[in-house]
């Protein structure tokens, strides 16, 4: 049976032993910069997956990989223990965000939980700013929940412009600021400026310049180019096949209507 | 964690100690004509905030605020001690009503409970009336809950048109009348006829103006054109921003269906 | 507090004492047929009002009504002592079906719940049979939830053609037939072929008409048309302005969102 | 009262004493391959009904049978037992999938709950695959929720083309395989190549042969045919009548708002 919010432990938190982790959220948005960066840092640390979350607010629906099986969509929780140099990390990757309204809320609920039983001290989201054209120069603009956050951003070179992003932070990276306000712990947005149009690595570059900076992290940024280039092979690719199928179901929708 | 809905009592309604109070409600709506009074009244009568209200059913963001952090959706409760001349009063405003049909229904019963915790004795609701043309001198039609409370309105000057408004009064301002009546609470809404086009400050001064006298409050009316101004300059541009990131979290939704 | 499916007694069952009832549902629907007839029978009857519904599946509005006081949309069941010729009846009317699909099982679960505490031992559900052009000879066609059903319907001249209505029937007037044979309740439900096209007294008459008959109810049909008119009228009047008034909701949306 | 996912044991799956049996899903999908083949299966093998799921998900309405009787929308489980040379089995058919989202998630879990109350051992879903275009010679592709089933499928002359689905495998037949992978059960969809434009008994007839083969079941298909036939003209004769009762409901909508 699978639950709205269905959060399984592969590890028990005290077992994974994190030291007051940084929690790091890096789901699909625009210009997909926040999940490379995130993915790119799973890979890069080799960091060990301990939670996975499937939900109801998720697409009906499996996916079919290269080899014939199939898997569900599914968020997943990944921790890295640092060798003192940096903090300990919890990283949020995954194939979706909700697709209602309220599922946001839920699964945020359920994210900042996590956060919570790991010990995290501080969250970052992860995302792009999408600003309709192309950008030569990306670079990083910030938002956070405290005014000392937003301070000390400021002091890693990141931008904060008044009234930008004017229409808010939709979805998970935008929440998780909101909601981990209520409960007490700090949070700051890094987005990275993008056109918006494309699966940007430039923007995903910058982003993780800036991060790696203020975890103190050593993380090669080669395979990020090629990641990307990757992803928006496979996002082309799906969005075709996607389309049609999502076509075809819908056309078939009469059909369904009768025995 | 944050609840479907989600009150947040700031202090204890016993600590606050009003008496009787009257229940004001003005969130956002036809013309920001409620907004306006509500918002104002809070400013000018520097009305302390006793309860924020969160809920699944605000969209799924955070608002971004000129220092660059950022704050939930949230809707609040004013308390406001009357020296003895007028009422006591609680003023309902905010960021939002429901996105959803049912989370109507779920927040009017969070707001009547807060009203009853307080021991309210009455509710206004404040909105505007879209006629759809421009309105040269603004007047306040009126519904409430119960014939008596029909007599005293129109006592004020508050105009009651057979049939009008026929679409009836949709959201907040409606269902808080219609659930206070099942409850044995009298309440009415007060709108302000207006184009529907824009803010409208001339319309918020007429329901301002018959307000203040039925609650024998004298309130300033100077800030509030300046009010709607500034208003009416953010709306503009939030508008403007938010069609583009929701545009984009739109066309990015199709990138989200993949890993 | 309202609850999703808010059911508010106004007797007791067995105050109100009736026999083995029939439970008879005219909400609103296709050439409002079905609740012409209702809305008729109550009136003619007389019968009095004995259970009110309120629910989150109605529209999130109050109606304002001529004497400038407003009420939440409701549905009633009205309670019918024959004179001992006749069945006692229960006759379901009022003024909105969900606004939901899943709405629409919520709302039936009460209503034969309510029929089963009143011992109703049948129920028939009025509607339209909307064909898309001008009826000259309306005629009445039938579908029931038991073959011996059928049959009786049948002697009573009601029509049977295979494979009509073909597309189902959507709403109350068909689910409270599905329910109902689940829970062993005998059910039928009555159609007045109708264009579709407005208020169709001359169908509800058809209707009527075998309706009492097979009651052994007598019933004057003379204000039918009348009120129907009427219906027209108001209808036509209330679309008008239920328009305007959602239309300037709607594209108050945007400046709903910002502070 | 029906439940949200009102699951109906006809039968104690003790006394109907399957042994591990494999559970066969085939509800309206693409070009209905899945649905004819799971009907076919349940005629030709005079499988015995042993539940009846009905859910607020389905669509709120009722069917009207040729008699005139009606019936609630119902997916149905029936039971086989072999005589030995083959598997037991159950074989879900039906009328509809969900129609919310949300509701896919909750119907799939009370699926899986019957398949383990039952034994089930393996779960195959049964579906199209529409390609857009006409079909010569249809083949079957397999999807599966582990290594070892996928070759077990290519023993059977099963197709795997990487990447195919593409767009992942939408509704019941998908998520039946990614839950029961969580459950631990071994699960495979076999989809016939189908246009995707009809009923497509060739598509079936593949799909109906690779399956009996798997399952060392013998199965007439003379009959196949003239069951997509069949169940072609009722589609397009209910398509054409429901689009006319869904489009005076809708257009009737405006009228159910008075009372």
Sequence with gaps: MLKKVDVRYLKDPEDVGLENPIFIEGLPGIGHVGKLVA????????????????????????????????????????????????????????????????GHFELVNAYIDIAKRFGARRIYTLGGYGIGKLVEEPYVIGAANSQDVVEELKSFGIKFEPGEPGGGIIGASGLLLGVSKLEGIDAACLMGVTSGYMVDPKSAKVVLDVLSKMLNLEVSVEALEERAKEMEKIIAQIKEMQEMAVQQWKSDEDLRYFR
């Design 39 to 102: 993915d790119h840092l799973v890979n890069e640390l080799r960091a060990e997956k301990v939670v996975e979350i499937y939900s109801h607010y998720f697409p009906p629906q499996v996916m079919v990989q290269e080899d014939g099986t199939v898997r569900m969509p599914v968020n997943e929780v990944y921790a890295w223990k640092s060798n003192g140099d940096s903090s300990d990390l919890l990283i949020l990757v995954g194939d979706f965000q909700s697709i209602s309204n309220e």
